[in-house]
């Protein structure tokens, strides 16, 4: 393969993989409160909808950067109100977090085909991809790592990383990040001591929100120009990258990049003279990803990292 094309999958890899992994890491943040957030679906097309109905309506009267920072920041309030529903009925009226997930799953879907055929006429909400970043300056003359990280670029990758980090020192090197883990261990303990489980239950949760709609729009924005309020399964696929990262930041990082690159071989296998020349049928590189999903957890569950008490309501009063 010639260097343009290595460049190419690279860039392809990085759009895939960055979405699973802002949303896997919203999803370890809310499971090491003790809180199961399997509403990531629906709250990435809650998200992505409120971030590209705004672009829709407004990315031609103001400045490109002006337009992409405030839909992420639209996509990111989006994701953190509708996960407030989840995280009252989770944590306040002890609901089952399973079913709570799932209405919220059947809602988001539903409400952005509603409000698209009202807002613009079409279940199709249509906009034109002005945030691919060509080259930048300096940077994207870096040999090997300039061109794939700098070039054709956009800007939810720097945000992935960012988040990937900040999300490290967060659970590990603060206060506030080991109050969350022992919530999701022993909230019994944590409460003895003085630590409201619920207050750190609520902003796991919501801050799971936050960058589940964020990864919502991160997957939108490359890959489309028609968003029919449908993520591929994307929030599905995070949990999974979760397990396979056993619910470790650094892991949940190699979980995305396996899957980024095994979604990446099947939509990008005709460039690959190899694989394309062993004439395999097209539908067997695009269930790749879902066949490798089902591997991944067949093997990794029987060696789990999960938080003890994950998707167990905790009631104060039986302390």
């Given at each position: 393969m ?79 109100l ?9 944590i ?105 489980v619920?207050k ?14 964020l ?40 979980g ?29 590189y ?29 009631d104060?009063?039986?302390?």
């Open positions: 010639t260097s343009d094309i290595i460049y190419f999958l690279c860039q392809q890899v990085l759009i895939f993989f960055v979405p699973l992994l802002i949303v896997g890491i919203g999803d370890l943040i809310s499971e090491r409160s003790g809180v199961l957030n399997i509403a990531l679906e629906g709250i990435m097309v809650f998200g992505a909808f409120a971030g590209i109905i705004f672009i829709h309506f407004c990315q031609d009267s103001m400045p490109v950067w002006l337009c992409l920072t405030l839909a992420i920041l639209i996509s990111m309030a989006a994701g953190t509708l996960t407030a529903l989840h995280a009252f009925a989770s306040h009226l002890k609901a089952e977090q399973t079913i709570s997930s799932t209405a919220i799953n059947t809602f988001a879907t539903a409400f952005g085909l509603f409000f698209g055929r009202i807002l613009t006429g079409s279940e199709k909400v249509v906009f034109k991809n002005t945030f691919l970043i060509e080259k930048v300056p300096v940077l994207g003359d870096i040999p090997v790592i300039g061109p794939i990280l700098f070039q054709k670029a956009y800007i939810t990758t720097y945000l992935g990383i960012a988040i990937l980090l900040l999300t490290a020192f967060f659970l590990y090197r603060t206060r506030i990040g080991l109050r969350v883990r022992s919530c999701g261990e022993n909230p019994q303990a944590s409460d003895s001591v003085g630590i409201s619920y750190m239950r609520y902003l796991a949760v919501l801050m799971s929100g936050a960058l589940a709609g990864g919502g729009l991160a997957f939108i924005l490359p890959t489309t120009t028609t968003f029919t309020s449908n993520v591929s399964g994307y929030g599905f696929l995070a949990m999974s990258v979760v397990v396979f990262g056993r619910w470790k930041p650094s892991g949940i990082c190699l995305a990049l396996f899957f980024g690159i095994t979604k990446t071989l099947g939509s990008a296998y005709s460039v690959i003279p190899f694989l394309y020349n062993l004439g395999i049928p097209e539908a067997f695009k269930m790749l990803p879902y066949v490798a999903t089902l591997i991944v957890l067949a093997i990794s569950s029987s060696n789990s990292n999960a938080p003890a008490v994950a998707g167990v309501p905790y104060k009063s039986k302390r």
